[in-house]
């Protein structure tokens, strides 16, 4: 059975980074899309990024490209998401996420396991 595990967030202010952590276990990831989707106030779960675990291949959302970055560690089972000049904006609840396949996909209905979240509060 997949268990996400997620780290790293806190309150920080605008312009600030952070990392956020995932520690995965259960399965061999080499079949599986690893992903960040975060829900903010009020607002639908929407997709950050997304990595092919055999191949590093990656994926993010328009609105964190450049500034937010998705990698996966095979010796410890982790992926991480380094978060970087953070915004208001980026305020949420940050959830990992794992699909069998190897299709990078951007609908969280698509991943089958998820984490317990992590909040994120970004001041101005």
């Known amino acids: 059975q997949v268990q996400l595990v997620e780290s790293g967030g806190g309150l920080v202010q605008a312009g600030d980074s952070l990392r956020l952590s995932c520690a995965a276990s259960g399965r061999t990831f080499s079949s599986y899309v690893m992903g960040w989707f975060r829900q903010g106030p009020g607002k639908l779960r929407e997709f950050v990024a997304a990595?092919?675990?055999?191949?590093?291949?990656?994926s993010y959302a328009d609105s964190v490209m450049g500034r937010f970055t998705i990698s996966r560690d095979h010796a410890n089972i982790m992926v991480y998401l380094q978060m970087n000049s953070l915004k208001p904006e980026d305020t949420a609840i940050y959830y990992c996420?794992?699909?069998?396949?190897?299709?990078?996909?951007?609908?969280?209905?698509?991943?089958?396991?998820w984490g317990q979240g992590t909040q994120v509060t970004v001041s101005s």
């Open positions: 990595i092919r675990w055999i191949d590093g291949k990656a």
């Open positions: 996420a794992a699909r069998r396949s190897l299709l990078i996909t951007t609908l969280h209905e698509t991943y089958e396991n």
